[in-house]
Each structure stands twice: as structure tokens, then as C-alpha cells.
């Protein structure tokens, strides 16, 4: 999900076939992670964020927040 994985030093963003994901899995399996770093920005990920997230966006796309009505 880009939303989430919005750095490389997050994860590892592949298409969705069978060659890319055993790729992916390779190159998480070897990489080196900064856990200390990837727990940090999960902690920012908390409910009320991504609720704000959702309601930001679902906003956006019903455009009410273009016509000035709500």
C-alpha cells in the first residue's frame, strides 16, 4: 500500500504477479531493516490519523470539499 510504505527504508512495493512477489521476498529476506527506525513510523499510525486519513480523502473524492457545502 503506497499510503503506508511511503519510503523504501519501510518495505518493499511489488506488482502483482508471482516473479515480483518472489523477488520482493528475496531482496526483504537480504536487506538489512532498520526495526528501530520502521517501529517509529508505525507508532505515528494510529487510528485517529489514518480515520482522519479516510475522512480526508473520501471528502475529497465526494467533492464536498470543493463546493464549499458540507
Not at 1 to 28: F, K, N, W, Y
Amino acid at each position: 500500500v503506497p499510503e503506508i510504505l511511503v519510503s523504501p527504508s519501510l518495505g518493499i512495493m511489488v506488482q502483482q504477479d508471482i516473479q515480483a512477489i518472489a523477488d520482493g521476498l528475496t531482496a526483504a529476506l537480504t536487506r538489512s531493516w532498520d526495526r528501530d527506525a520502521i517501529a517509529r513510523f508505525a507508532g505515528t499510525r494510529t487510528w485517529e490519523v489514518v480515520a482522519q486519513e479516510v475522512e480526508t480523502y473520501l471528502t475529497q473524492i465526494s467533492g464536498e470539499g470543493t463546493s464549499g457545502k458540507n
